[in-house]
Nanobody, 115 residues
C-alpha cells in the first residue's frame, strides 16, 4: 500500500489549495479514505473522510463549509479542496487508509497559511 500526497504549499489567508493523494497497492474503490492534519505541538486530527463510493462524507467542525473531500476511483485518487484558508489551518496534511486491518499513512504535505 502506498499513499502519496501532493498539492501543499504557502498560501495567503482566504486563499485556496487542492491536495491530492494517489493510492496504489490495494483496491482503492473498496475502501474509505481520510485526510488528517497535524500542526506543530498538536495531536494529529481528522479533517475529512469519504466512503468507498463517495456517497458519504464527514468533516471536522473547524473545516465544515470550507473544505471538500472527493475521490476519483478511476484514478485511485482522493482530493481535499480547501477554500477560505485560515492561519490555523497551517499543518502537515496526511492521507490515511485502513486496509486489511492495518493503518496506512502518506508522507504528508505541508500547508502554510500566512500573509
Amino acid at each position: 500500500v502506498q499513499l502519496v500526497e501532493s498539492g501543499g504549499g504557502l498560501v495567503q489567508p482566504g486563499g485556496s489549495l487542492r491536495l491530492s493523494c494517489a493510492a496504489s497497492g490495494f483496491t482503492f474503490s473498496s475502501y474509505g479514505m481520510s485526510w488528517y492534519r497535524q500542526a506543530p505541538g498538536k495531536e494529529r486530527e481528522l479533517v475529512a473522510a469519504i466512503t468507498s463510493a463517495g456517497e458519504r462524507t464527514n468533516y471536522a467542525d473547524s473545516v465544515k463549509g470550507r473544505f471538500t473531500i472527493s475521490r476519483d476511483n478511476a484514478k485511485n485518487t482522493v482530493y481535499l479542496q480547501m477554500n477560505s484558508l485560515k492561519p490555523e489551518d497551517t499543518a502537515v496534511y496526511y492521507c490515511y487508509a485502513m486496509v486489511w486491518g492495518r493503518r496506512y499513512w502518506g508522507q504528508g504535505t505541508q500547508v502554510t497559511v500566512s500573509p
